[in-house]
Every structure is written in structure tokens, then in C-alpha cells.
């Protein structure tokens, strides 16, 4: 009997931490608005809109990462800003990135790096 329900906490703890697995899980879709290659074409930077439904509003991200790996769709980036501000992005050699954002306004940005690996990211606001 003990080990009857032994069993059946066990099968429980399961369900639930699959149901929390499947609750945690990205529901968000991700839009690549542009993307654009260092000189060198060791990097990319990537410009994308994420848009997690009706209850949140859209977020503009901006992704560094090697030529050489896919971008990831939980990718929190090097800068992300509440909404659909047009982003500008361009390489100034192979490692100063500009980010250029007329309509961003500070309290809608969420997150801003000044680097990224060797990268030295400047942004104009």
C-alpha cells in the first residue's frame, strides 16, 4: 500500500513538472526585421520584433552573435525596447556596432549593452 502511494506522488510530481515545463515554454513569436554581417563576416547583428500576444505589448530586440551560430528564439539580446521604434544598425569597422533609435525613449528601454565579446556597441538616441 505504502509503495501504491510512493508511486502515485511520484506520477503527480511528474505531470506537474511537465505542466510547468509546457506553461514556461515561449508562446512568443519572433520576426527578423533585418540583419546585417560585420565587414569582417565574424558576426551578425540582428534586428527582431517579438510579440507574446494581446495581453503584452511588442518588444524590439537587438541580437549579437557569431556568424557561425543560429539565433536563438529566447535570445534577450544586447538591447530591448517596449514596442516598434525603427532601429538603425551599422558596423564601423569589424568590432564598433551603431545602434541608431530617434523614437526610443529611456524609459521604455529594458535592457542596453556597451559590449558584447570584442564588440563595442555605441548607441544614438
Not at 24 to 39: A, F, H, I, M, Y
Not at 53 to 64: E, K, P, Q, Y
Request: charged residues 25%.
Amino acid at each position: 500500500m505504502r509503495r501504491a502511494g510512493t508511486l502515485l506522488l511520484f506520477a503527480v510530481i511528474g505531470l506537474a513538472s511537465n505542466s510547468c515545463a509546457f506553461l514556461l515554454r515561449s508562446s512568443c513569436e519572433n520576426t527578423v526585421k533585418s540583419e546585417v554581417k560585420s565587414p569582417d563576416g565574424k558576426y551578425i547583428v540582428t534586428l527582431f520584433e517579438r510579440n507574446c500576444g494581446a495581453t503584452t505589448d511588442f518588444s524590439t530586440i537587438v541580437s549579437l552573435r557569431e556568424n557561425s551560430t543560429e539565433l536563438k528564439a529566447d535570445d534577450l539580446g544586447i538591447f530591448v525596447v517596449k514596442g516598434q521604434p525603427k532601429i538603425d544598425l551599422a558596423w564601423e569597422g569589424n568590432t564598433r556596432l551603431r545602434l541608431q533609435c530617434q523614437l526610443c525613449r529611456a524609459d521604455e528601454i529594458f535592457k542596453q549593452e556597451g559590449s558584447w565579446k570584442e564588440i563595442e556597441i555605441f548607441f544614438v538616441h
